[in-house]
């Protein structure tokens, strides 16, 4: 299987600022990451497909890049309402797998 | 605007198979481009692929719960159904179904349901 790492595993930050997050996988994925957001009680949210594409209806301050073991998630001016844990998915093979999660919260 | 919502029991005994159905709708479960998943999340844990089903039967199932899963359809329903046999307290969890794409990212996910396996 291939395992997914994210770092940092929890971060504080206030509205505005920039907030990058890393995704590493055990193997090479090509482009074959996704990343979805998780608010408490709620299902996931898709917010990046294929590393860097906008799933649509997602605000454009979201912004994934990376490829083959690396990528990173980064919101570019947090908002209220981005405070929530975040999750990188490999779709390079399966199992599908998900990172261990991100958590956003107020500073 | 697809839909999904997961029902089912909310309590299994240990041992016993736990059984989810998910409903789709707003949209067409026939359609070759999707699949149709489950998802589990124990509380305050991650997220863990249990597998999938094409609406032509094709499955795929997570190796650490192969033995024990089986996923099927009925597209004249617009359901799909999630088995689990001989679960312990290590299955408790919120499952939720899911839509993917081509590409095995999940565009779509219902709400959630919560399961415990306890006596």
């Known amino acids: 299987d291939i395992q997914m790492t994210q770092s940092p595993s929890s971060v504080s930050a206030s509205v505005g600022d920039r907030v990058t997050i890393t995704c590493r996988a055990s193997?090479?994925?090509?482009?074959?990451l996704a990343w979805y957001q998780q608010k408490p009680e709620k299902a996931p949210k898709l917010l990046i497909y294929?590393?860097?594409s906008l799933q649509s209806g997602v605000p454009s301050r979201f912004s994934g890049s990376g490829s083959g073991t690396d990528f990173t998630l980064t919101i570019s001016s947090l908002q209220p309402e981005d405070f929530a844990t975040y999750y990188c998915q490999q779709a390079n093979s399966f199992p599908l797998t998900f990172g261990p999660g991100t958590k956003v919260d107020i500073k | 605007q697809v839909q999904l919502q997961e029902s089912g029991p909310g309590l299994v005994k240990p041992s016993q198979t736990l059984s989810l159905t998910c409903t789709v709708s707003?949209?067409?479960?026939?359609?070759?481009?999707?699949?149709w998943s489950w998802i589990r999340q124990p509380a305050g844990k991650g997220l863990e692929w249990i597998g999938r089903?094409?609406?032509?039967?094709?499955?795929n199932y997570n190796p650490t719960l192969k033995s024990r899963v089986t996923i099927s359809v009925d597209t004249s329903k617009k359901q799909f159904s999630l088995n689990l046999s001989s679960v312990t307290a290590a299955d408790t969890a919120v499952y939720f179904c899911a839509r993917g794409d081509s590409g095995d990212y999940v565009d779509y996910w219902g709400q959630g349901t919560l399961v415990t396996v306890s006596s």
């Open positions: 294929a590393a860097s």
């Open positions: 193997q090479g994925i090509n482009s074959w």
């Open positions: 089903i094409y609406t032509s039967g094709s499955t």
């Open positions: 707003g949209g067409s479960i026939s359609s070759g481009s999707y699949y």
